[in-house]
């Protein structure tokens, strides 16, 4: 249910995401699994598998508290880098005069005008989950390539940064509840450009219909779900970009049927704004809601502000800087960034000789860890393979601050580290 904007991203729920959190569990401030959380919720099944689960830390305004050691460990099955853990418990979409915070309160407005406060908000949930609670509880299948470490960040074999704010779905349901919108910050290890980072948030929404609700419509359940869930979203997408030409697209989700994916025509162009769809019968037997039906739905924040505000580059929802920050005030949605930074990118490029197991996004993990936000850009210019077998890929590495100049040395120190990072952690052969 809560997808975002990579080709495995889009298998899933689109290149939108799918689930939030609520006001009634505000009382629920430690940082565990929301499995854990509830008595009502059963853990039988995670029981079976030895998963370390994190030690209990508190939530404050500023953020979750979680130690390194929780989350970065040397160990083989742990991909975690540092990078990472610096932005857990940030939680920008908590913030009201970010951005993202200002959308997430946009939408929580139009759920609770259009349905009498009958959503559930969640937006603390902690980001550490099961590998239950990420892929199974969400029935994405055993050999999808999002659970691969290439895609996915994993603390121990049973344990994850969550990739999709679905993971809560299970524990909610389990817990009773059945309007609930998940907002949070997830984690997939990806791409390096403009539109794609590491960490981004996403918004769930989760609705269950009894019997009494569709029967004497005279249509059948799955039909009913279907038509109530567009009618919610394309008030949604009113609600958030004015009178704008919509159209629905089929799609396939692993845990909607049928699946569909919103766009709307919005400064000259089609662009995708959510995937939805109404929810497997499969997950409602699991989770004690065999008689009913359901819809779900996920859109990504960063994916929609950046259209909203004009925000042309995903790193600057990280920034402190206060030529950004002064630009957005609580209940201001759509307010035109203004850009303050002109600095100039500079141009790095790397040859190397790829080995079976190299991917790419192994190469912007070294990247970042390296540069951090400095990069802009990771992209594949040239490739070929030689007449032993042997090939070969070059890579174009953009560094640009979107706050300061850099220097050339600061540029040469940062491409000599990626270039020996990625010889020694991937086994290329630099060029």
């Not at 074999?157 to 059945?178: D, E, I, K, W």
């Not at 007449?387 to 850099?406: D, F, Q």
Request: hydrophobic letters at 35%.
């Amino acid at each position: 249910m809560a997808m975002a904007l990579s080709s495995v991203q889009a298998t899933l729920f689109s290149g939108a995401s799918l689930l939030r959190r609520s006001d009634t569990l505000r009382s629920f401030t430690l940082c565990i699994p929301f499995s854990s959380m509830a008595s009502s919720v059963s853990t039988d099944n995670l029981s079976r598998k030895k998963w370390r689960r994190p030690v209990v830390s508190v939530l404050d305004v500023g953020g979750v508290k979680i130690s390194r050691e929780d989350v970065v460990r040397d160990d083989p099955t742990n991909n975690v880098p540092d990078t990472i853990f610096s932005k857990l418990g940030l939680q920008l979409h908590r913030r009201d005069q970010h951005p993202l915070g200002i959308l997430k309160n946009a939408i929580y407005e139009y759920f609770d005008s259009n349905y009498s406060n009958k959503f559930n908000k969640f937006d603390d949930l902690c980001p550490i989950v099961s590998v239950k609670e990420n892929f199974d509880d969400v029935l994405v299948p055993e050999d999808h390539v999002s659970r691969s470490y290439n895609d996915t960040y994993y603390i121990d074999p049973q344990t994850v940064l969550r990739c999709h704010t679905s993971a809560h779905q299970a524990g909610l349901l389990r817990s009773g509840y059945t309007h609930f919108l998940v907002t949070g910050d997830v984690y997939r290890r990806d791409s390096i450009d403009s539109t794609h980072y590491p960490v981004f948030h996403q918004m769930e929404g989760f609705r269950v219909f009894v019997p009494d609700e569709w029967e004497p419509s005279g249509m059948d359940a799955t039909s009913y779900a279907a038509a109530d869930l567009k009618k919610c979203l394309e008030g949604l997408a009113r609600h958030l970009f004015g009178a704008v030409e919509m159209r629905w697209v089929d799609t396939y989700f692993p845990f909607t049927n049928p699946s569909f994916e919103l766009e709307i025509y919005f400064n000259e162009e089609w662009l995708e704004v959510l995937g939805c769809g109404v929810t497997e019968q499969e997950i409602l037997k699991r989770n004690g809601h065999p008689n009913n039906v359901a819809w779900a739905f996920g859109l990504g924040l960063e994916r929609l502000a950046m259209v909203l505000f004009d925000i042309p580059d995903i790193r600057l929802f990280w920034s402190s800087d206060e030529r950004f920050t002064s630009q957005f005030s609580k209940g201001q949605l759509g307010v035109k960034f203004k850009p303050f930074s002109k600095y100039p990118p500079c141009y790095k490029d790397m040859s190397f000789w790829i080995n079976e197991s190299f991917t790419e996004n192994n190469l912007c993990e070294v990247v970042r860890s390296v540069a951090g936000d400095l990069v802009e850009e990771v992209k594949l210019i040239d490739n070929f393979t030689n007449k032993k077998g042997m090939t070969s890929h070059c890579y174009r590495i953009a560094y640009r601050s979107m706050e300061r100049s850099l220097t050339d040395d600061e540029i040469n120190d940062l491409q000599w580290k990626v270039r020996e990072l990625a010889e020694s952690k991937l086994k290329v052969t630099l060029r």
